[in-house]
């Protein structure tokens, strides 16, 4: 099974349970689905976030 671009909408993971559960998708398509995925391994960015102390104060609640 080769996934067009239409297809691929269906293996989206937000939807993929409704479809599925409307036999729109069966669990072994999506599993040939996920084979034809290339390998993505290694293929990333580290970034390192911040935390805001200020934002930290601002959120807390004040107290009377």
Do not use: W
Not at 40 to 48: F, K, M
């Amino acid at each position: 099974m080769s996934a067009k671009k239409n297809d691929e909408k269906l293996f989206d993971l937000r939807t993929l349970d409704n479809f599925q559960s409307r036999g729109l998708v069966k669990p072994a398509d999506y599993e040939k689905y996920l084979k034809t995925l290339p390998d993505e391994e290694g293929n990333y960015e580290l970034c390192v976030l911040e935390e805001d102390e200020d934002l930290e104060d601002d959120e807390a609640p004040e107290e009377e």
